[in-house]
């Protein structure tokens, strides 16, 4: 029977080991350093903050696994032995494999910030960073002041994280506006204000220069390039981004640039060596403007999916749809649909329809082709929509205007949530047709 394994427990990795035991009979195995069991990474925050058991985190009971043959093992990978199909665990063991599948994931960014590795730094991606957060802030008498460098996702739940135990916050952002190289600045400009009514001391246009130590090599303070000010703290949350795992790969001779060059079918350049998930990098134009490097929930499902196809003799390529995402930013939903640019991003097609509610707490983004009026994607803040419609609406490449006309029917339960798309669709329909006239 042939043996697959898959390195990396996280939502890639399981994906594709729960749809191969779906289409095969194959001997599966799990390895993963990090924890004995699937866990959701993006439930993380909610442990912290006390919503949940870190037990909660995970979707599927302890016997799913041995009810669907599905080895689970605690385990460090230290190299590929592609030659003779094994992986050399950190522990001196052997294992074999007849196909490998890596799902390893991503790692925090550091720039080399003189003290980035003090006591009372870290990023905020594993179990093991979540442990260390309770140790190291666990109340506001033992941290007095935290710093959060770097303003994208996981900086804003890690600033609402310390925020819901009553530390106070400074949050250090290097762009003019949170997020302004992923949102219009229009949209930027609801998080901002939703970030400081929130009592986090927002710094907009800032770089961290260095974090300094006290005696005993802990954290005292962070250093800002710009001012030289100094802001005493006693954590340091560095949330500059994440870069895809690919060290495991670097020691096997795997080909890799930002992350495991691979191709649609998530082939590496070894044979039966496959890469899926926040580690894999595309080689190959993927449809719908996807990119090549996607580190994100839903896509690592989407590719787990679509790997055990092809692993089970029905080779497909991965095809994803349009591009969606969600997240929260406290108390603000953002949903997106299709593609809305950046300023720095926008390519010279584009334009822009905004909305936005007189306190600033919901607002719309709609994009459309100059050229041909076709509809490119929506952001929403504070307002759900419908995925399934938007996502018909971009393959049927319905115009701006029937987009705008029809926006009630993307509504999510209008029957329990207030609705603004009356006042909506008058701004932007008006907005439409100055910018069209
Ligand atoms: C705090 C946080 C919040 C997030 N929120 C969202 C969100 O709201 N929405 C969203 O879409 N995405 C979110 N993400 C991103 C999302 O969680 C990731 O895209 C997703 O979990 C990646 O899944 P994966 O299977 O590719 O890898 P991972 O979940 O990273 O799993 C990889 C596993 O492989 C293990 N591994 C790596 N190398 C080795 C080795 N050599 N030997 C053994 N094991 C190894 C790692 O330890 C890890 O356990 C969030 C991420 C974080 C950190």
């Known amino acids: ?79 590929i032995v592609s030659e003779d199909k094994q992986l050399l665990l950190e522990n001196g063991e052997l294992l074999s494999y007849d196909k490998l599948i890596l799902a390893t994931g991503s790692k925090p960014n550091k720039f080399g910030w003189p003290g980035e590795n003090l006591e009372g730094v870290q990023g905020l991606y594993t179990k093991q960073d979540l442990e260390l957060l309770e140790k190291t ?32 916050v400074t949050f250090l952002v290097r762009e003019t506006n949170f ?18 009514a929130h009592g986090i001391d927002l710094r907009l246009g800032v770089n961290l220069k260095e974090i300094h130590s006290d005696r005993m090599g802990r954290v005292e ?17 560095l949330t500059a981004g994440v870069s895809p795992q690919i060290s495991l790969a670097q020691n096997s001779g795997i080909e890799t640039h930002r992350g495991i060059l691979v191709n649609q079918f998530f082939e590496t350049n070894l044979t039966d060596i496959y890469a899926i998930g926040d580690c894999a990098e595309q080689t190959d134009q993927l449809p719908n403007g996807r990119r090549s490097i996607e580190a994100v929930w839903y896509s690592g499902r989407m590719m787990g999916e679509t790997i055990a196809q092809t692993i089970t ?50 607002g719309v983004t709609l994009s459309y082709n100059k050229n041909d009026l076709t509809f490119l994607g929506i952001n929403t803040f504070g307002i759900r929509m419908r995925h ?49 006239l």
């Open 313 to 362: 003799g029905n080779k497909t390529p991965y095809k994803p749809g349009h591009w969606f995402n969600s997240a929260k930013f406290f108390d603000i939903e953002y949903q997106t649909y299709g593609w809305v640019s950046s300023l720095r991003s926008k390519p010279e097609h584009e334009l822009q329809l905004h909305w936005k509610y007189h306190d600033n707490t919901k």
């Open 1 to 79: 029977m042939k043996k697959i394994v898959i390195v990396g427990n996280g939502i890639s990795g399981v994906t594709a080991a729960r749809h191969i035991r779906k289409l095969s009979d194959y001997h599966i195995t799990i390895i993963s350093g990090e924890s004995d069991y699937f866990f959701s990474r993006t439930a993380l925050m909610y442990v912290y903050m006390g919503h949940m058991k870190f037990d909660d985190t995970q979707p599927y009971e302890p016997s799913f696994w041995s009810k669907n043959r599905i080895n689970l093992k605690k385990a460090w990978v230290k190299k």
């Open 388 to 436: 399934e419609v938007f996502n018909q609406w971009l393959n049927e490449k319905k115009s701006i205007e029937q987009v705008i006309e029809q926006l009630d029917k993307a509504q999510f339960d209008p029957e329990f949530y207030k609705s603004y798309v009356n006042e909506i669709q008058s701004v932007l329909l008006a907005t439409l047709s100055n910018s069209v």
């Open 137 to 168: 802030a666990p109340n506001n008498s033992i941290c007095k002041h935290a710093v959060v460098v770097g303003g994208g996702l996981i900086g804003v739940e890690l600033a609402e994280m310390l925020h819901s135990r009553h530390i106070p």
């Open 221 to 237: 303070s962070v250093e800002i390039a710009e001012t030289g000010e100094i802001i005493p703290c006693n954590f340091v949350g």
């Open 179 to 196: 997020w302004n190289g992923v949102l219009p600045d229009h949209d930027c400009s609801i998080l901002n204000d939703h970030i400081k």
